[in-house]
């Protein structure tokens, strides 16, 4: 079964860090495009970033862009976002997915159940 | 930045057909997605490159462009379907991706 399974989030202090993960089975991960996108509490999805698939191109929003870190590890088929300086406006659901296709032009076909952050004092 | 447009709800009877539109001056660069997500749970893929449909979305669901503004259809709509839905392209560049703030579908 083609599945992905997000980790790591929590309750953090505004100016913190964490380090989210999510662990990709059922198909061959090194294959494919990565994305981050999340869901503040009763607002619309923002994409986040995108990985290729060995890791030589990276893309963020503007709003994380020198916060956060996207990464990956094909060996251990795990897809990885590091958070740094939180703010509030970073509370949300993080979910990863799959972008099949060349640059993901076949859309993110493969969602996980995503991990909640919460960024408060 | 670059934004997409979806109008913020849409409502229809059940067995009519629901049009749900998203504007943005990239789209006719760019290709366009839909996504359907319902409450508590993560989104799912119903269209992709503008009018494609991934295996097992029913054949009620259909997407199409014209200029800056594509269209995703449902026809036939069912209890089930009533749902958010977020289209998502890509800024000219295709290097930034950006999803349209969601339109509620609500059954009646």
């Excluded at chain 1, 662990?23 to 869901?39: K, L, P």
């Excluded at chain 1, 929003?61 to 795990?78: L, P, Q, W, Y």
């Excluded at chain 2, 049009?19 to 749970?41: E, F, V």
Aim: proline share 4%; net charge neutral.
């Amino acid at each position: 079964e083609v599945q992905l399974v997000e980790s790591g989030g929590g309750l953090v202090q505004p100016g913190g860090s964490l380090r989210l993960s999510c662990a990709a089975s059922g198909f061959t991960f090194s294959s494919y495009w990565m994305s981050w996108v999340r869901q503040a509490p009763g607002k619309g999805l923002e994409w986040v970033a995108n990985i290729k698939q060995d890791g030589s191109e990276k893309y963020y929003v503007d709003s994380v862009k020198g916060r956060f870190t996207i990464s990956r590890d094909n060996a251990k088929n795990s897809l990885y976002l590091q958070m740094n300086s939180l703010r509030a406006e970073d509370t949300a659901v993080y979910y990863c997915a799959r972008a099949a296709g060349v640059r993901g032009v076949l859309g993110m076909d493969v969602w996980g159940q995503g991990t909640t952050v919460t960024v408060s004092s | 930045s670059y934004e997409l447009t979806q109008p913020p709800s849409v409502s229809v009877s059940p067995g009519q057909t629901a049009r749900i539109t998203c504007s943005g001056d990239a789209l006719p660069k760019q290709y366009a997605y839909w996504y359907q997500q319902k409450p508590g749970q993560a989104p799912v893929l119903v269209i992709y490159k503008d009018s494609e449909r991934p295996s097992g979305i029913p054949e009620r669901f259909s997407g199409s462009s014209s200029g800056t503004t594509v269209t995703l259809t449902i026809s036939g709509v069912q209890a089930e379907d009533e749902a958010d839905y977020y289209c998502q392209s890509a800024d000219s560049s295709g290097t930034s991706w950006v999803f349209g703030g969601g339109t509620k579908l609500t059954v009646l």
